[in-house]
């Protein structure tokens, strides 16, 4: 323990910050992906389908992002099911409304920060899609990869063009024995090849490896399967019309004993440890990567913590893009990592502290600041008792070899007053 806070403080002194190094900084707004009654046999949640809007589930309120705009944050990644925008595979279809939810979402982000902020799309999966009562993995006969291709060609096609709506394809795909490295590198250059070739979509894609995309086991595999260092470095991305690659590698990761962010404590407070091998991989093979998760709980250690990987992030920014934080959003009930403010938006939670030195200036109010006022009323016209309900269900392991999970996995949650905006 000794070592590692000898080298979490060197890593402060040597990096140093650069506020502007990074171009893409936020939060994850959770909340559209909520409503979870169980875990299936993959050791994943269960999702509630259809789920009810406002109660099972809800997309953030423009308040939320006026706040976190207000903050310096600029980027803003939205997680929802696969399975409530395309409720039926057979008939490959985008449901209307919830489509509608996500432009509306994208549309509330681009007037609240005067079209200088960012959304990254995030199916919240684990690489499957559920139905019949269970989890199927993407590449079964349940669920082809050309459905998944077929998911991304019509959401691409929604967005297209825009370069601030950014394809994050997938959350977490989560390993065997639900679906091998190699078979979710064949799903990824599918879903590319859709965005690029039928969507003519030209916007920046976000690939996350297998195995829950942690960085720290990029390289190593750490004994599940085959490595993603050794796989995804394949992917072909010629753009639209041969305009060439806008591809980034995205990873996650937490600072637990076993990484699955489970655990307020630290056990990995040197960046340059978890993120170094990662970093050279990008290095070496010229490509990107973006820190799609990350978080801590309260705490001294846990804020030096922030500050060595921040500042590593901020120090490597010729191959690392930017970084959002799990996670803000409406419905969180005293989770131990929601930076969600409380008292109508005037109180911060302790971990904003933590992130305030790396993010720049404020994004200025719209004219007038008519649009943040409203939204802020708009959130007093709701109870502040308004709450939601999760549970903490981390998939049990022996060994941090056999970790998945990390973070709550989501139940129904009950906040009838609040309705998404």
């Given at each position: 323990m000794k070592a590692g806070i000898h080298g979490l403080v060197g890593a402060i002194l040597i990096t140093g910050h650069a506020c502007a190094a990074l171009t893409y900084e936020g939060?994850?707004?959770?909340?559209?992906?909520?409503?979870?009654?169980?875990?299936?046999?993959?050791?994943?949640?269960?999702?509630?389908?259809?789920?009810?809007?406002?109660?099972?589930?809800?997309?953030?309120?423009?308040?939320?992002?006026?706040?976190?705009?207000?903050?310096?944050?600029?980027?803003?990644?939205?997680?929802?099911?696969?399975?409530?925008?395309?409720?039926?595979?057979s008939s490959g279809q985008l449901d209307a409304i919830q489509l509608g939810y996500i432009t509306d979402f994208v549309s509330q982000v681009m007037t609240i920060t005067g079209n200088n902020g960012y959304v990254i799309l995030d199916p919240h999966d684990f690489g499957q899609y559920f139905s019949g009562g269970a989890g199927h993995a993407i590449g079964s006969p349940e669920v082809s990869v050309a459905d998944y291709a077929n998911l991304w060609a019509q959401l691409a096609a929604s967005f297209a063009g825009d370069d601030h709506v950014i394809f994050g394809l997938m959350n977490e795909p989560a390993g065997t024995p639900l679906i091998t490295t190699e078979n979710w590198f064949t799903a990824a250059q599918a879903a590319i090849t859709a965005i690029r070739d039928t969507a003519h979509a030209d916007n920046l894609i976000l690939v996350p490896g297998n195995y829950f995309t942690g960085a720290w086991s990029w390289v190593s595999g750490n004994g599940n399967g085959t490595p993603n260092s050794q796989v995804m470095g394949g992917l072909v991305d010629n753009g639209?019309?041969?305009?060439?690659?806008?591809?980034?590698?995205?990873?996650?990761?937490?600072?637990?004993?076993d990484y699955s962010g489970t655990s307020p404590d630290i056990a990995h407070p040197d960046a340059s440890l978890t993120l170094?091998?990662?970093?050279?991989?990008?290095?070496?093979?010229?490509?990107?990567?973006?820190?799609?998760?990350?978080a801590v709980a309260p705490g001294s250690m846990q804020q030096a913590a922030v500050s060595s990987l921040l500042n590593y992030?901020?120090?490597?920014?010729?191959?690392?893009?930017?970084?959002?934080?799990?996670?803000?959003?409406?419905?969180?009930?005293?989770?131990?990592?929601?930076?969600?403010?409380?008292?109508?938006?005037?109180?911060?939670?302790?971990?904003?502290?933590?992130?305030?030195?790396?993010?720049?200036?404020?994004?200025?109010?719209?004219?007038?600041?008519?649009?943040?006022?409203?939204?802020?009323?708009?959130?007093?016209?709701?109870?502040?008792?308004?709450?939601?309900?999760?549970?903490?269900?981390?998939?049990?392991?022996?060994?941090a070899s056999s970790a998945t999970r990390r973070k709550p996995s989501l139940a129904s949650v009950s906040a009838t007053c609040r309705l998404p905006s």
């Open positions: 939060v994850n707004l959770a909340g559209a992906e909520f409503g979870r009654s169980g875990i299936d046999s993959n050791g994943l949640p269960i999702p509630i389908l259809p789920g009810d809007p406002g109660t099972t589930y809800m997309y953030p309120t423009q308040a939320e992002v006026a706040y976190y705009s207000g903050k310096g944050m600029n980027t803003f990644r939205l997680p929802f099911l696969w399975e409530r925008l395309e409720p039926d595979l639209v019309s041969g305009s060439g690659k806008n591809l980034v590698y995205e990873v996650h990761q937490y600072l637990d004993a170094g091998p990662f970093t050279q991989w990008l290095a070496s093979t010229g490509n990107k990567g973006f820190l799609g998760e990350f992030l901020d120090a490597n920014s010729n191959v690392w893009t930017g970084w959002t934080w799990w996670a803000g959003g409406p419905l969180w009930d005293n989770y131990m990592f929601s930076i969600e403010p409380t008292a109508n938006f005037t109180t911060d939670a302790p971990q904003m502290a933590y992130l305030t030195p790396f993010l720049p200036a404020a994004v200025p109010e719209p004219a007038s600041g008519a649009l943040v006022l409203g939204a802020a009323l708009l959130l007093l016209a709701y109870p502040a008792a308004c709450t939601a309900r999760s549970w903490m269900s981390p998939i049990s392991s022996s060994s």
